[in-house]
């Protein structure tokens, strides 16, 4: 989706929603990366997400921690160079 500036509390939280089964995705883990983020930066104490539901910003915080984790060992997997020693023999 792309959070902006305009973008509002439930912009972020549906985002969130959106993308909660990001493990083995780093697209989906991106997304609610920043989701979580924009949620961590607008925070009031709680967010009354929908009737009887609500998030805690300590979690959020702990699941911040778990995607930067995932999306920074897939980027450095992508741009890792491996080498390999080979020797011929001549017969």
């Known amino acids: 989706m792309g959070l902006t500036s305009a973008s509002t509390i439930a912009d972020a939280y549906d985002q969130y929603k959106d993308n909660l089964s990001w493990e083995g995705d780093s697209t989906k ?9 924009f949620l961590l930066a607008c925070r009031p104490e709680q967010i ?29 997997a992508v741009n890792k160079s491996h080498f390999t020693r080979a020797h011929m023999l001549l017969h």
């Not at 883990?29 to 983020?37: G, N, P, Q, Y």
């Not at 998030?55 to 920074?72: C, H, Q």
Request: proline share 0%; aromatic share 6%; hydrophobic share 50%.
């Open 48 to 76: 009354a997400a929908e009737a009887g539901v609500s998030i805690r910003y300590a979690s959020l915080e702990k699941t911040e921690g778990m995607l930067a984790a995932y999306i920074a060992s897939r980027s450095s």
């Open 29 to 37: 883990a991106t997304a609610a990366l920043e989701a979580v983020r």
